[in-house]
């Protein structure tokens, strides 16, 4: 079953706060996305049905092999967007990452893959 959107969201959130530091915790994806605790701890039940994420007795939070794959897919279709925005058509970069977080989650593959050839044959390098 495809992940919703707000599941993409999640995902790409615990991935880059994973970068910063190897523990994780609900409550710090709470406090990253501004929502409530009771939300967040919603949205990682039902990551963890889906095979996205563990939660470990002490509260951290792992991607799983297909929870980070997705969240690396997201990243890479956030940013690519939010850089052809900013790079290519001279949006202003907030303007640009807030059309690129709603964009992320519909453009189709065929459209996605188009676009990342476009922005490597212009000497692109995507972020990771």
């Given at each position: 079953?495809?992940l ?30 501004g ?11 039902i ?14 939070v ?7 794959a ?59």
């Amino acid at each position: 079953m495809p992940l919703h959107e707000s599941g993409e969201d999640y995902l790409e959130t615990i991935y880059l706060l994973m970068k910063e530091s190897p523990f994780v915790r609900s409550v710090d994806v709470a406090n990253e996305l501004g929502y409530t605790k009771a939300s967040v701890s919603r949205a990682m039940r039902i990551l963890r049905e889906e095979g996205m994420v563990t939660v470990a007795e002490d509260g951290q939070v792992k991607l799983t092999k297909a929870g980070r794959a997705k969240a690396i897919a997201v990243y890479e279709r956030h940013t690519l967007i939010t850089d052809f925005f900013a790079q290519q058509l001279g949006v202003n970069p907030v303007t640009a990452e807030k059309d690129a977080c709603k964009i992320e989650h519909v453009i189709s593959e065929e459209t996605f893959l188009r676009l990342r050839a476009f922005m490597i044959e212009r000497g692109y390098e995507p972020r990771n």
